[in-house]
């Protein structure tokens, strides 16, 4: 079982200017999670090889976008900021979303 001890904020960046819809860019939450650290060869949104970094685990379903910003602090202290490169949403058997995973 997985401790969420970890925090993230997400900044919604939906990278569309339509006028007539509610503006979500800049809104900020913060979630609980779990960040591990270690390099994985992933694939990205377009289908192609990557490192990933950081991978970090929400419990339930998170909306979170690959236009939108991830701030953390990381082991030695420092604000780190990246957008993600992967996001899976985990689901059980009864279909019902156990985590959302988010790679860096």
Same mark, same amino acid.
């Given at each position: +079982?997985?401790?969420?001890? $970890?925090?993230?904020?997400? %900044?919604?960046? $939906?990278? &569309? !200017? ?15 999670? !779990?960040?591990?650290?270690? &390099?994985?060869?992933? !694939? *990205? ?5 990557? @490192?990933? *970094? ?7 379903? #998170?909306? #979170? ?7 953390? @602090? $990381?082991? &030695? #202290?420092?604000? !780190? %900021? &990246? ?5 899976? #949403?985990?689901?059980?058997?009864? *279909?019902?979303?156990? +985590?959302?995973?988010? $790679?860096?």
């Amino acid at each position: +079982m997985l401790s969420f001890d $970890d925090k993230v904020q997400i %900044t919604r960046q $939906d990278g &569309s !200017r339509d006028p007539w819809s509610t503006p979500e860019e800049g809104k900020s939450n913060a979630y609980d999670c !779990r960040i591990e650290y270690g &390099s994985r060869l992933i !694939r *990205n949104q377009f289908g192609q090889e990557v @490192i990933s *970094n950081e991978h970090i685990y929400f419990p339930g379903y #998170v909306n #979170v976008g690959y236009a939108d910003e991830l701030s953390w @602090i $990381d082991l &030695s #202290v420092k604000e !780190r %900021t &990246s957008k993600p490169a992967s996001i899976e #949403v985990i689901k059980d058997l009864d *279909n019902i979303p156990r +985590m959302t995973v988010v $790679d860096l």
